[in-house]
């Protein structure tokens, strides 16, 4: 059975590409658009992994980390985030709330892809 | 596969765009309040992303700087000057434009540059340690093809699974490296009644032989790296000596060996403090947002259009259930009619967008214009949760930026000149929509110089638009401003003044089915109304019948019926007035006018309308009832007909007319004068 990861972006286009790379790869992908659709989505369907921008309006990035790690669907799957060059402070945070790992952005297909088969084995 | 992305990317940055803009002259008035920092910082940080990500390098680049401005500001580390938000603003309409033609490279030209090392400076004099961080080095390396056994020491933390890593995974990808023999260490596995299952207790002892060099080994760890005590050490060179067993043993004597050498080198331990807790809460604030899709504007008027055919269907539907009298179709007909009222209800109000986002885009406007004219003007917004429909409100734009312009450039005052007058300042701009029964009222006040009654008299007529004897009310003269090729500019401005006069703005309201009327008070104000419907495809109309032949009147425009007897027409001599409760009313005979002659009716039936301030009866046969109509223009043949609006098909199939009320009445008036004028 093809393995589902979730795409949280508030940038459409960026949603749009992770999405559209993943299911060439053959996962099933469901997107959200801030961390609190993401949370909502979450309690409703499984998924096996998540990517996650960092900001973000109404729950950003870290946020959502920590909400997935306290519920139980979700306290053990892989969490990667986008993070930008600049941003090691909010990388680091984001280890610490519980990120598996990480991708910098701007990023090639190719690398998302070796990341998320990194993470998900 | 990148093209189809760039699409939205693009629109998307557009939109961000806006809302930067509309963040920074917020910002302009509140300069502390970090909720909008926050918006104009994530707004750049999202055009900078997506730029990397779908090859707008040059835009990436160009944000780069700003961004970390306001990173600094978020950081309070930098506060909000007027400059800063000046600079962005320019910024913006750079990155609109890199955007709009897919600039690969930063343009060399001066206000680039300009923009640029403004913000360089800024970061420059403040703090430049934290540009240009080092990329992570992800660069796979060969050893030169040389072959040397590692020994790796891979102990996760107690908390791993809570990271979500598989350590399995990492080691597959470590034996994937070259050849390898892993020793796992399970000493501290408690007795299964003590143990924790979301506990991790295992370390291993990894021999790997590879050519790939130590980097290549420590980014299978990259992720990890925190969250374990991690050793890489050369052991050897060549292939690996042994089997699992000879290195079992080699392990046990490098224990005994060395323990205490162990920790001086652990590879980073300390694990990073929490930081910046408030900025997250302000996160939570912000405002709620709806979640929405995007359709194609095309679409939506498509749908418009079938629910339009659909109300035409419904209604033959119902005429047809009535007359059949059939119960069970009369009923199912009516279940038909309340799903069709409420799917057109939907279907208009799909369209239906507050003009507030209109109103925003005239801040910049107002900002830029008063500052290129050396004026001070506010510009000051009320009702923009208005909504209207999305047509109306795209060819409203235009209009109402030719207005603003000319209450800016020829209404407010330059500020030495206001002082003199004891007026503010710093002039006011008022622009407000409203709510009015099926349309909205826009009205643009500004309490500038106002009108210059014997100004636009003159000027009317040298340009002969009317002769010097003509007795005007003052309502007639300020709606000379409208009239084709009227100007009272002195210069040409490079604001106003362009050849397009206010005539232009009237026949765009006009072909919106809107009025639009003028009122001022010379030295102190000049107000512009704008009376628009609420949707164009839609109406509601008075069906009514002279003769054979049905027309629609918009009811918007109607006041009451009443009844024309031949008694009371005699009453006045054939001089077409009604007396409505001792108001005297000027009617028109529709009969007269359509020139239809057969079947004249015992008693006529008038229709009271009002336009403006304008009363008038139409006399017709029958009033027919009221009726949802859905507006056909009635094509290019016959484009100039000026009493008609267009056409719309009834319940029966037959085709019936939509009178145009103003230009009706005012097409009466002509005739009425010009018949004044030869009878004197």
């Not at chain 1, 990035?61 to 892989?78: E, H, M, Y």
């Not at chain 2, 890593?165 to 034996?175: F, K, N, V």
């Not at chain 2, 370390?203 to 032989?209: A, K, M, V």
């Not at chain 2, 992720?223 to 052991?235: N, T």
């Amino acid at each position: 059975m093809p393995k589902t990861i979730m795409t949280v972006d508030d940038s459409a286009s960026i949603r749009q590409m992770v999405s559209f790379t993943l299911k060439e790869a053959g996962y099933n992908v469901i997107e959200a658009v801030d961390g609190k659709d993401a949370s909502e989505k979450l309690v409703k369907a499984p998924v096996n992994m998540i990517i996650t921008d960092l900001n973000m309006p109404n729950m950003d990035g870290i946020s959502l980390i920590k909400f997935a790690r306290s519920n139980a669907p979700t306290k053990f799957i892989p969490i990667i985030m986008l993070t930008t060059e600049s941003q090691a402070e909010k990388k680091s945070e984001g280890k610490m709330a519980g990120a598996t790992g990480w991708i910098v952005k701007p990023f090639q297909q190719e690398q998302l892809l070796a990341v998320v088969k990194k993470v998900l084995g | 596969m990148k093209d189809k992305h760039i699409e939205t990317f693009k629109q998307e940055a557009f939109e961000l765009l806006e809302v930067l803009e509309a963040s920074l002259m917020e910002l302009e008035s509140a300069p502390d309040n970090e909720e909008l920092i926050g918006q104009v910082f994530r707004s750049l940080h999202t055009i900078k992303g997506g730029g990397g990500m779908f090859g707008f390098d040059a835009v990436a680049a160009f944000v780069h700087n700003i961004e970390t401005v306001y990173d600094k500001i978020r950081n309070n580390e930098i506060s909000v000057t007027d400059s800063i938000i000046d600079f962005t603003l320019k910024a913006k309409d750079q990155i609109y434009e890199m955007i709009r033609s897919e600039k690969k490279d930063i343009e060399s030209d001066s206000e680039t540059q300009e923009i640029l090392n403004f913000f360089k400076n800024y970061l420059g004099t403040i703090n430049t340690a934290t540009e240009n961080k080092p990329q992570e080095q992800n660069n796979v390396e060969d050893n030169n093809g040389q072959i040397i056994v590692y020994h790796i020491y891979f102990e996760p933390f107690e908390d791993l699974f809570l990271k979500g890593t598989r350590p399995t995974g990492l080691l597959s990808e470590i034996a994937g490296l070259g050849t390898s023999i892993i020793l796992p260490n399970i000493d501290r596995i408690p007795f299964l009644n003590e143990i924790n299952p979301e506990t991790f207790y295992t370390s291993w002892d990894i021999f790997l032989s590879t050519d790939k060099d130590i980097n290549t080994i420590k980014d299978v760890f990259i992720f990890v790296e925190d969250d374990c005590k991690l050793r890489i050490d050369k052991e050897d060179t060549g292939e690996l000596k042994g089997d699992a067993e000879y290195y079992k043993a080699l392990l046990e004597k490098k224990n005994s060996d060395s323990i205490t050498k162990d920790h001086s080198q652990d590879i980073k331990l300390n694990k990073p403090g929490i930081q910046n807790k408030s900025k997250k809460d302000k996160q939570h604030n912000e405002k709620e947002s709806s979640s929405s899709i995007r359709v194609s504007s095309d679409k939506l008027d498509l749908l418009v259009n079938l629910v339009g055919e659909l109300v035409t269907v419904q209604a033959r539907l119902a005429q047809t259930a009535t007359t059949s009298q059939v119960p069970e179709l009369v009923s199912i007909s009516e279940d038909v009619e309340r799903l069709t009222w409420e799917l057109r209800e939907n279907a208009l109000n799909i369209r239906m967008l507050p003009i507030g986002s209109t109103f925003n885009k005239f801040n910049r406007l107002v900002r830029d214009l008063s500052k290129e004219l050396g004026k001070e003007v506010e510009l000051v917004t009320d009702g923009g949760e208005t909504e209207l429909d999305k047509n109306v409100i795209e060819k409203l734009n235009d209009p109402l930026v030719h207005i603003i312009r000319n209450s800016i450039d020829h209404g407010i005052e330059l500020p030495e000149k206001r002082l003199e007058k004891n007026k503010d300042r710093c002039g006011k701009v008022y622009l407000s929509a409203m709510h009015s029964g099926t349309h909205v009222i826009i009205e643009i006040k500004d309490d500038g110089a106002g009108l210059n009654k014997k100004g636009i008299l003159d000027k009317a007529i040298e340009k002969g638009i009317i002769t010097s004897d003509a007795e005007l009310s003052d309502k007639e003269i300020f709606s000379l401003i409208f009239h084709a090729g009227f100007s009272t500019a002195k210069k040409v401005t490079n604001v106003s003044g362009r050849g397009v006069g206010m005539d232009v703005v009237k026949n765009a309201i006009e072909s919106l089915r809107g009025i639009i009327e003028v009122e001022s008070k010379e030295g102190e104000w000049t107000k512009i109304i704008l009376k628009l419907p609420l949707t164009l495809a839609i109406i509601e109309g008075l069906i009514v019948r002279i003769d054979k032949e049905c027309f629609v009147i918009p009811l918007s425009f109607v006041e009451e019926c009443i009844e024309l007897t031949s008694a009371k027409k005699e009453e006045t001599n054939g001089r077409n007035i009604l007396n409505v409760r001792s108001e005297i009313i000027p009617y028109i005979p529709l009969r007269d006018k359509f020139d239809l002659k057969e079947n004249m009716p015992e008693i006529e039936q008038v229709v009271i309308i009002k336009d403006s301030n304008l009363k008038a009866g139409l006399v017709v046969d029958e009033i027919i009832g009221e009726h949802q109509t859905v507006i056909k223009s009635l094509g290019k043949y016959y484009k100039n007909v000026e009493v008609m609006s267009g056409a719309t098909v009834l319940g029966d199939g037959t085709v019936a007319l939509i009178i145009d009320i103003p230009k009706m009445l005012s097409e009466e008036i002509k005739l009425e004068e010009k018949q004044y004028h030869k009878s004197i």
